[in-house]
């Protein structure tokens, strides 16, 4: 039975460590979430082309949006 409980015992101890060195990589790079809605009185027959740092990165037409995620340091 002193084998079983020390096998348990290992492999909880080895997921702990993994769950926290997960869990400090996620904190270490935040993301977050850009969205962008062109609304109804944009005009018809239109799109608004989305620009971040001078690259064009979607254009958006009547009824659709703009909606993604933002790596950290701005690079998409």
């Given at each position: 039975?002193?084998?079983?409980?020390?096998?348990?015992s290992r492999v909880v101890?080895?997921?702990?460590?993994?769950?926290?060195?997960?869990?400090?990589?996620?904190?270490?790079?935040?993301?977050?979430?850009?969205?962008?809605?062109?609304?109804?009185?944009?005009?018809?027959?239109?799109?608004?082309?989305?620009?971040?740092?001078?690259q064009t990165v979607g254009?958006?037409?009547?009824?659709?949006?703009?909606?993604?995620?933002?790596?950290?340091?701005?690079?998409?």
């Open positions: 039975m002193r084998t079983l409980t020390s096998y348990l101890l080895i997921l702990t460590l993994f769950s926290a060195v997960s869990v400090a990589n996620a904190a270490a790079y935040p993301t977050g979430r850009l969205i962008v809605i062109r609304v109804a009185n944009f005009g018809w027959n239109l799109a608004a082309n989305l620009k971040i740092d001078g254009n958006i037409v009547q009824g659709r949006r703009y909606d993604h995620r933002a790596p950290p340091g701005g690079m998409f």
